[in-house]
């Protein structure tokens, strides 16, 4: 008996969000961060408990950010 191919389709990397109990991004590394109050917003990491928040008026904060994410690749269109 012969097995016909069956093509596996490509899964998305899933993308989870990272509690920072568990761990923290490197530093200088752009993320999506939840802050405390349930904002998203994108922030860097800048020391052990130092964030600068893209937000309005950014600021350094130290304990607002409870959970990040890595940013998704850029969108690069349909590419023939």
Same mark, same amino acid.
């Given at each position: ?28 590394? $752009?993320?999506? /961060? ?8 994108? @922030? ?6 130092? *964030?600068?928040? $893209?937000?309005? /008026? ?8 409870? @959970? ?6 850029? *969108? ?5």
């Amino acid at each position: 008996m012969s097995m016909i191919p069956i093509p596996i389709e490509r899964k998305e990397p899933v993308m989870r969000w990272i509690p920072v109990t568990e761990r923290l991004p490197e530093r200088g590394v $752009y993320v999506l /961060a939840t802050l405390e109050w349930g904002e998203v917003t994108m @922030a860097e990491r800048l020391g052990e408990d130092k *964030w600068f928040i $893209y937000e309005g /008026a950014a600021n350094a904060v130290d304990s607002d950010i409870i @959970a990040w994410m890595s940013l998704p690749e850029p *969108w690069e269109g349909d590419k023939k």
